[in-house]
């Protein structure tokens, strides 16, 4: 994907993300300009006052017809007090609209932006870090809210007032009007170079932003390793030293942002004294009248002294840019893996499955599958054994399209995956990894995330069939019991059962066990042997397997060896043969190899 550094441009990817909030972003900008020009009046109507005052019959209001100089005044306030109502109910619609438009982008990006990365390939997380991905997520999603809090309107703002200010200083006095939009040019060079300078500072910010919450997710996850280790001033070390690139990240762009501030404030000084000196002089001289000369004095200050926030309000744009970048091009990663057009609702599944000279190569060109053929009719058990390494677990990820093929079909029930509906194919599937992934929240919870629907009755018959129910029980607060994130709070045996348990629940046409019992102890292996039967029974079996004594019962069983089937058959035939298997049986017996 095509890096866009210009902050203009990532503006406008934005716009185009947000169309269907143009209608609300049109509304609230209406507001904020109503917002300033309601806002810079009374400056005009205190010159106006001070008009009627001086001149009295001969004002600028006996022009209209009024011309006593009292019920001018009466006018006056009136016009006042209608100003600074709808100043205020302004000043609430934009604040009310600006900061809905705020929370409701954001909340869509970042739904927007998980949803697609829950749909991108295995293969691209190979490569992402944890830590930048929820710093996209949560920090940059609240970056570009801030800016749209408050960014936005000030710099609608700023645009107001220069053009409604300029309309009144033309219209008095062109004269004026010059020397006091001299300095706005000078300002906005300087916002312009500001801008050049401050963006690659702040991607460089946001960079490393993900750096150090990768860090951070990374050391809390391993808690455990790095007391084992005591490598916790190692650790304290290495993020005291990537916390300190991030504060010298931002001290850079600071730096320049401070130096801007001085610049905008000394150009506002040579209007604002250049507008006060001569414009007296022109009143002075006649040229001028004294309220108009006040009108010119006090616009100055609205003009010019809001201009001084202009290096803060870029400040925030070019951080929202920098972050908006970052969402944006997360959203437009392309799925490489795409869901194939053909349905298989999950009743109509029969469970046969075939690999037809399938092979794999990862990304960097490592083959781990070559020439793979193997079937499983309906209702079999199929084992799949081998070394570490020989790419037991990469067919498990090519079955549920983790990964695509290199060569060759996976087929399900005669149809190639890849024509299948992701869903559909991923829904006639229930895996027991040897990873196993708990959430944060309660035993029940997590078994039954394989039937969000599922009764408390059914939760229980999965955990009996997988052999958890005892042990459920004795917890603290059993089903109830909070197992702490990612499971911690509970053995790897436990958690192994639980995941069994939630494949059970699901009631998929087809079971994978990817090592399920490979953190089990023996007597733990055995309770799940007894209730294999069960658990398999109406139902293809796929059994990837280290410990082969999970496997004797299979109706099939292949080999692999160097990501090749190197034997087939099943366990009887196998030991009959003498071969790999039959190694591998004698080593995970204790016998003594000749």
């Given at each position: 994907?095509?890096?866009?550094?210009?902050?203009?441009?990532?503006?406008?990817?934005?716009?185009?993300?947000?169309?269907?909030?143009?209608?609300?972003?049109?509304?609230?900008?209406?507001?904020?300009?109503?917002?300033?020009?309601?806002?810079?009046?009374?400056?005009?109507?205190?010159?106006?006052?001070?008009?009627?005052?001086?001149?009295?019959?001969?004002?600028?209001?006996?022009?209209?017809?009024?011309?006593?100089?009292?019920?001018?005044?009466?006018?006056?306030?009136?016009?006042?007090?209608?100003?600074?109502?709808?100043?205020?109910?302004?000043?609430?619609?934009?604040?009310?609209?600006?900061?809905?438009?705020?929370?409701?982008?954001?909340?869509?990006?970042?739904?927007?932006?998980?949803?697609?990365?829950?749909?991108?390939?295995?293969?691209?997380?190979?490569?992402?870090?944890t830590g930048t991905l929820v710093a996209i997520l949560n920090d940059d999603v609240n970056q570009l809210e801030r800016f749209l809090d408050g960014g936005a309107n000030a710099m609608i703002q700023v645009a107001t007032s220069i053009i409604a200010v300029g309309g009144v200083f033309f219209y008095i006095s062109p004269q004026i009007a010059?020397?006091?939009?001299?300095?706005?040019?000078?300002?906005?060079?300087?916002?312009?170079?500001?801008?050049?300078?401050?963006?690659?500072?702040?991607?460089?910010?946001?960079?490393?932003?993900?750096?150090?919450?990768?860090?951070?997710?990374?050391?809390?996850?391993?808690?455990?390793?790095?007391?084992?280790?005591?490598?916790?001033?190692?650790?304290?070390?290495?993020?005291?030293?990537?916390?300190?690139?991030?504060?010298?990240?931002?001290?850079?762009?600071?730096?320049?942002?401070?130096?801007?501030?001085?610049?905008?404030?000394?150009?506002?000084?040579?209007?604002?004294?250049?507008?006060?000196?001569?414009?007296?002089?022109?009143?002075?001289?006649?040229?001028?009248?004294?309220?108009?000369?006040?009108?010119?004095?006090?616009?100055?200050?609205?003009?010019?002294?809001?201009?001084?926030?202009?290096?803060?309000?870029?400040?925030?744009?070019?951080?929202?840019?920098?972050?908006?970048?970052?969402?944006?091009?997360?959203?437009?990663?392309?799925?490489?893996?795409?869901?194939?057009?053909?349905?298989?609702?999950?009743d109509q599944v029969k469970g046969a499955l075939s690999f037809e000279q399938v092979d794999f190569s990862y990304s960097s060109g490592t083959q781990v599958l070559n020439d793979i053929n193997m079937q499983a009719a309906p209702g079999e058990t199929v084992a799949i054994v081998g070394q570490t390494g020989s790419g037991k677990s990469t067919i498990t990820k090519l079955m549920l399209r983790f990964y695509a093929p290199t060569n060759?079909?996976?087929?399900?029930?005669?149809?190639?995956?890849?024509?299948?509906?992701?869903?559909?194919?991923?829904?006639?599937?229930?895996?027991?990894?040897?990873?196993?992934?708990?959430?944060?929240?309660?035993?029940?919870?997590?078994?039954?995330?394989?039937?969000?629907?599922?009764?408390?009755?059914?939760?229980?018959?999965?955990?009996?069939?997988?052999?958890?129910?005892?042990?459920?029980?004795?917890?603290?607060?059993?089903?109830?019991?909070?197992?702490?994130?990612?499971?911690?709070?509970?053995?790897?045996?436990?958690?192994?059962?639980?995941?069994?348990?939630?494949?059970?629940?699901?009631?998929?046409?087809?079971?994978?066990?990817?090592?399920?019992?490979?953190?089990?102890?023996?007597?733990?292996?055995?309770?799940?042997?007894?209730?294999?039967?069960?658990?398999?029974?109406?139902?293809?079996?796929?059994?990837?397997?280290?410990?082969?004594?999970?496997?004797?019962?299979?109706?099939?069983?292949?080999?692999?060896?160097?990501?090749?089937?190197?034997?087939?058959?099943?366990?009887?035939?196998?030991?009959?043969?003498?071969?790999?298997?039959?190694?591998?049986?004698?080593?995970?017996?204790?016998?003594?190899?000749?």
């Amino acid at each position: 994907m095509t890096e866009i550094n210009s902050s203009a441009s990532v503006l406008m990817r934005l716009l185009r993300y947000a169309t269907g909030y143009r209608q609300k972003i049109w509304l609230a900008s209406l507001c904020s300009v109503l917002n300033k020009l309601f806002d810079i009046m009374p400056e005009i109507l205190i010159g106006m006052a001070i008009d009627v005052v001086i001149r009295q019959e001969k004002s600028f209001l006996a022009d209209f017809g009024i011309e006593d100089p009292f019920r001018q005044m009466l006018l006056l306030g009136l016009i006042t007090i209608a100003v600074w109502a709808l100043e205020s109910l302004f000043e609430f619609l934009l604040q009310i609209l600006w900061r809905n438009l705020a929370q409701n982008l954001q909340h869509d990006l970042r739904l927007d932006a998980y949803g697609h990365l829950q749909d991108l390939d295995m293969a691209w997380f190979e490569d992402a870090s944890t830590g930048t991905l929820v710093a996209i997520l949560n920090d940059d999603v609240n970056q570009l809210e801030r800016f749209l809090d408050g960014g936005a309107n000030a710099m609608i703002q700023v645009a107001t007032s220069i053009i409604a200010v300029g309309g009144v200083f033309f219209y008095i006095s062109p004269q004026i009007a010059m020397i006091a939009f001299t300095p706005i040019p000078v300002i906005v060079i300087g916002a312009f170079w500001f801008q050049r300078r401050a963006q690659p500072l702040y991607a460089g910010v946001r960079e490393k932003v993900g750096i150090l919450s990768a860090r951070l997710a990374n050391n809390i996850s391993g808690i455990a390793t790095i007391k084992s280790f005591t490598r916790e001033q190692h650790e304290l070390d290495q993020l005291r030293r990537e916390s300190t690139d991030y504060v010298n990240a931002n001290r850079g762009a600071i730096r320049i942002s401070s130096a801007f501030i001085p610049i905008i404030r000394m150009a506002i000084l040579v209007g604002f004294v250049a507008t006060l000196v001569y414009g007296g002089k022109l009143t002075m001289d006649g040229q001028l009248n004294a309220g108009a000369y006040s009108v010119l004095v006090f616009l100055t200050q609205r003009l010019l002294w809001p201009l001084t926030r202009l290096a803060e309000t870029v400040d925030l744009f070019e951080r929202a840019m920098a972050s908006t970048r970052r969402i944006l091009n997360l959203t437009e990663v392309s799925v490489e893996t795409r869901s194939g057009p053909q349905g298989l609702p999950i009743d109509q599944v029969k469970g046969a499955l075939s690999f037809e000279q399938v092979d794999f190569s990862y990304s960097s060109g490592t083959q781990v599958l070559n020439d793979i053929n193997m079937q499983a009719a309906p209702g079999e058990t199929v084992a799949i054994v081998g070394q570490t390494g020989s790419g037991k677990s990469t067919i498990t990820k090519l079955m549920l399209r983790f990964y695509a093929p290199t060569n060759g079909r996976i087929k399900l029930d005669g149809i190639d995956l890849n024509l299948l509906n992701t869903p559909d194919l991923r829904a006639a599937f229930g895996l027991v990894s040897q990873d196993v992934f708990l959430f944060h929240g309660s035993v029940a919870e997590n078994i039954g995330y394989g039937k969000l629907d599922a009764s408390q009755a059914q939760i229980e018959a999965a955990a009996s069939a997988a052999e958890a129910h005892e042990f459920i029980l004795n917890l603290p607060q059993g089903y109830d019991t909070i197992v702490g994130e990612r499971g911690q709070k509970l053995s790897g045996g436990q958690r192994q059962r639980i995941s069994i348990a939630r494949a059970v629940l699901k009631d998929p046409p087809v079971l994978i066990l990817d090592e399920a019992t490979s953190a089990v102890d023996n007597e733990t292996e055995a309770a799940i042997q007894r209730s294999m039967q069960m658990i398999t029974r109406g139902r293809t079996t796929l059994i990837i397997a280290h410990r082969l004594s999970t496997i004797v019962n299979a109706d099939k069983i292949y080999v692999l060896g160097g990501g090749r089937i190197m034997e087939q058959g099943n366990h009887t035939g196998l030991l009959e043969a003498d071969g790999i298997y039959t190694s591998l049986w004698r080593v995970q017996a204790g016998e003594a190899l000749t």
